[in-house]
C-alpha cells in the first residue's frame, strides 16, 4: 500500500504562482517515478509532467513546458510541481501519481495507467 497526499492547491489570478506538494509513505520513496497528471471539468484525466526513479530524468506535456517544474525530495518523500505563469485553461484538480513498478522514467509515467493516486487538490486560475 503506498499513501499519497496533495497540498498547495488554492485560487490564483492568470500569470501568478503555485507549488503543490505530495508526501508519500509506505514504500521506498526514490525506487519509484512519480509523476502529476490534471483533470478539469468534462475533461478526461491527462499527464502533465514525471519524475524518473531517484530523479534520473524528467518529462513533460506541450502545455505544462517551459512554465512547470517538477522535483522531488527523497529524505522527505516529497514530490513538488511549482507551476508559473498560470493561465485559466490550467484550472483543475491536480492528482499526484506513483508508479507501481519500480526503477521506471519519466517518459514510462507519462504512458502508464498503473499507478497509486493521491485524493487530488483544487487549482483555480482566474482571468
Known amino acids: 500500500q503506498v499513501q499519497l497526499v496533495e497540498s498547495g492547491g488554492g485560487l490564483v489570478q492568470a500569470g501568478g504562482s503555485l507549488r503543490l506538494s505530495c508526501a508519500a509513505s509506505g514504500r521506498t520513496f526514490s525506487t519509484y517515478a512519480m509523476g502529476w497528471f490534471r483533470q478539469a471539468p468534462g475533461k478526461e484525466r491527462e499527464f502533465v509532467t514525471a519524475i524518473g526513479w531517484n530523479g534520473f530524468n524528467t518529462y513533460y506535456a506541450d502545455s505544462a513546458k517551459g512554465r512547470f517544474t517538477i522535483s522531488r525530495d527523497n529524505a522527505k518523500n516529497t514530490v513538488y510541481l511549482k507551476m508559473n505563469s498560470l493561465k485559466p485553461e490550467d484550472t483543475a484538480v491536480y492528482y499526484c501519481?506513483?508508479?507501481?513498478?519500480?526503477?521506471?522514467?519519466?517518459?514510462?509515467?507519462?504512458?502508464?495507467?498503473?499507478?497509486?493516486w493521491g485524493q487530488g487538490t483544487q487549482v483555480t486560475v482566474s482571468s
Open positions: 501519481a506513483a508508479h507501481k513498478v519500480p526503477k521506471t522514467t519519466a517518459q514510462d509515467m507519462s504512458r502508464t495507467t498503473n499507478v497509486y
